[in-house]
């Protein structure tokens, strides 16, 4: 997956919102005002922080070499992939809807509805 095809893909989650509140160099997406992803736009291989449950980070971690503790990010809950690494496309997009679903399940049962909710 390409920094193209992981932007699209996060987008297509019910409302969502891109910006680049860090800088022109880091794409946030958001829901509900609550951040669950962050992509590097300048970083060759691409990187993405992805949102995640404590144990399953550690899980992750050891299964694959290209997934490590969130860059500038609370380590236990966040970490830094390697897109186009060697990760199947269907394992990425599953991490990506883990660290959405974990935001969206955090957010007011109000704001859930205004999600979408899952």
């Not at 987008?11 to 609550?34: C, H, S, W």
């Not at 007011?108 to 909710?117: D, L």
């Amino acid at each position: 997956m390409d920094l193209e095809k992981f932007r699209e893909y996060c987008l297509t989650k019910a409302q969502v919102t891109e910006g680049t509140p860090f800088g022109e160099d880091v794409l946030v997406f958001k829901i509900a005002g609550k951040m669950f992803a962050l992509a590097a736009l300048d970083e060759v291989p691409a990187k993405v922080n992805l949102k995640c449950d404590p144990d399953l980070a550690l899980e992750l971690r050891e299964r694959y070499e290209q997934v490590r503790p969130g860059y500038h990010m609370n380590k236990k809950h966040w970490n830094t992939v390697e897109l186009d690494s060697g990760i199947p496309e269907a394992e990425l997009r599953k991490m990506i809807d883990h660290s959405y679903e974990l935001v969206v399940k955090s957010l007011p049962k109000a704001k859930r509805k205004c999600s979408g909710g899952l």
